[in-house]
């Protein structure tokens, strides 16, 4: 899929963007702090064939408003899309998050169960056992300050080449994707001020709730994922009631990009038709 010109809402005084396709339930594809919709751009054809797809940019990230002045931080993410979804005139719907979208996914299930009909987790953080590397070195001032002056397509070649199985797949027109919103200035601000912003009490302090959930869970790894640990897909899947595992092979952590059609096939498998 080639993304074209994204559709823009504004909430809460901030433009978010997005790609929007197909007909039928609701679904919402959520990133990571590294990407932004591209990366749901091999996902999202198939899965509108059934149902009514949004792949936002979170605030940010991609072609959204990039505000320096608030938090781009899990709970604050978790209220706009809230806004967003509704303004969208979605019902009840589906919830799909990748990295910290998973983490997106698993708060906004705590404090909206109403909403969501799914919620899959995918590669997603959890717990306490993130922030990882490289985003924590980010919240140092030196380092910063060092991303702002030297950070270039080779240094982010080595961030995404880690994260994906399939080597070959690393196209320079996928990374042209990934390089996108770090080309500017404020993007690579947005950047930084994002993992700034990450704070893992936003998950531990759901822990408890979480159990007691209703809302069907999938979580979804990459078995290869160098980035984040295994134990958050197990430990999830041991504390969500009902929830269902499936870790798939030769696929890192843009499992998006090593195995496409079989992330397509797990969420149509969890959602149903």
């Known amino acids: ?22 007909k039928g339930r609701p679904v919402l594809l959520v990133h990571g702090i590294t990407t932004y919709s591209f990366i749901w751009k091999d996902i999202l054809p198939a ?13 940010g990230s991609g072609d959204s408003d990039k505000p320096l002045d608030v938090s781009y931080g899990i709970t604050s993410q978790v209220e706009l899309l809230e806004a967003f979804t509704q303004a ?20 906004f299930a705590v404090q909206h169960p109403e909403r969501l ?6 590669n997603g953080v959890a717990y306490d056992f993130w922030p990882v590397q490289p ?3 980010m919240r140092t001032p030196i380092i910063r300050q060092l991303a702002m002056a030297t950070l270039d397509l080779g240094a982010f070649d080595l961030i995404v080449k880690r994260g994906v199985f399939h080597k070959d797949r690393i196209t320079p027109d996928l990374m042209a994707y990934f390089w996108k919103p770090m080309g500017t200035r404020l993007g690579r601000k947005a950047f930084l001020h994002f993992a700034e912003s990450l704070d893992n009490r936003d998950l531990t302090s759901i822990s408890e709730e979480l159990r007691r959930t209703q809302v069907p869970f999938l979580i979804l790894r990459g078995q290869d994922d160098v980035y984040l640990s295994s134990e958050i897909s197990y430990k999830l899947h041991r504390e969500i009631p009902g929830s269902r595992l499936v870790v798939v092979s030769e696929a890192g952590h ?18 149903g038709s």
């Open 1 to 22: 899929m080639t993304l074209t010109a994204p559709q823009k809402l504004r909430i809460q005084g901030h433009e978010l963007a997005f790609q929007r396709a197909g």
């Open 47 to 59: 899965l509108a064939e059934d149902h009514d797809v949004v792949a936002v940019d979170l605030l």
């Open 88 to 107: 969208l005139g979605f019902g009840p719907f589906a919830f799909v998050g990748h990295d910290i979208g998973g983490g997106i996914a698993q708060r």
């Open 117 to 122: 009909t799914h919620a899959a987790v995918i």
């Open 135 to 137: 985003i924590i070195a």
């Open 254 to 271: 843009f499992i998006q990009i090593d195995q496409p059609e079989r992330v397509v096939a797990e969420l149509r498998a969890f959602l």
